[in-house]
């Protein structure tokens, strides 16, 4: 089944990398999200080498090299994104290795050889949270960073139609959609097809991150300030960040 899920996902990012070119990229971290602007987890990453796993189109490196970083790598399951990240890349003067490949999988990245891994939207497309986790921390040296966003479990638990993919507020009132508790695969209609991941729980993310040899820093939950304050936009997803988190962000340490 995971294999059947990754290569359907993979198909799903070679057939619309177009249209999410430049999307939730460094300083971004999510949607209606504080930014790296104002959590500073990268610090100085003058000279460091950087890791992005689901680099995407490559936005999030070119950011980091534009900061100094000195060796740029990226892996993604999708050919086309990779495209799109080596274009980008060497059009802004950045020199990178991109390798094509499931974060899932065994590739050709060295091991305890990273300052920084890092993940923006990426890391809950695994099917093998744990596995991917351990990969991670072999990757990276001792006391190296690694940093993660993505959606909060509560914002695919509440408020949203998974038959039309729409957020659903009764008047201004959020309605569960989903049990927080179920950590089974969720299909998400998104343009002409279906892409599939599991909903896991904070605890899930936090138990797997110890497993694998990582402390946590600090895990941030907070919508952005922009979007807590503008009360006269009430689309149904300004509502929705403004009573529950839409994304989630993790800075763990490597300890052994």
Not at 55 to 70: D, I, M, P, T
């Amino acid at each position: 089944m995971e294999e059947q899920i990754i290569a359907k996902n993979k198909q799903y990012w070679d057939d619309h990398a177009d249209l999410w070119f430049g999307t939730t990229a460094l300083p971004q971290y999510g949607v209606r999200f504080v930014t790296e602007d104002d959590l500073h987890f990268f610090d100085d990453v003058e000279g460091k080498k950087v890791l992005e796993l689901c680099c995407g189109s490559g936005h999030s490196l070119r950011y980091l090299a534009q900061r100094g970083a000195g060796e740029l790598w990226g892996l993604d399951l999708s050919r086309k994104q990779l495209d799109n990240a080596e274009n980008l890349l060497a059009e802004s003067g950045c020199n990178s290795r991109l390798i094509c490949a499931p974060m899932e999988a065994e590739s050709d990245i060295p091991k305890e050889y990273f300052d920084y891994v890092f993940s923006i939207y990426g890391i809950g497309w695994t099917t093998d949270l744990e596995g991917t986790l351990k990969r991670i921390a072999s990757y990276l040296k001792k006391d190296g960073i690694f940093i993660f966003s993505w959606g909060h479990p509560l914002h695919y638990c509440v408020g949203k139609s998974y038959e039309t993919g729409e957020d659903v507020v009764d008047n201004g009132a959020l309605v569960f959609s989903r049990s927080y508790f179920d950590e089974s695969y969720l299909k998400m209609p998104v343009h002409d097809t279906t892409v599939t991941f599991a909903n896991r729980k904070i605890s899930t993310y936090v138990n797997a991150l110890y497993e694998a040899g990582f402390i946590i820093e600090k895990m941030v939950e907070q919508t952005d300030d922009q979007s807590l304050s503008d009360t006269e936009d009430n689309s149904a997803k300004a509502q929705k960040a403004r009573m529950v988190p839409l994304s989630m962000c993790f800075k763990c340490r490597k300890l052994w």
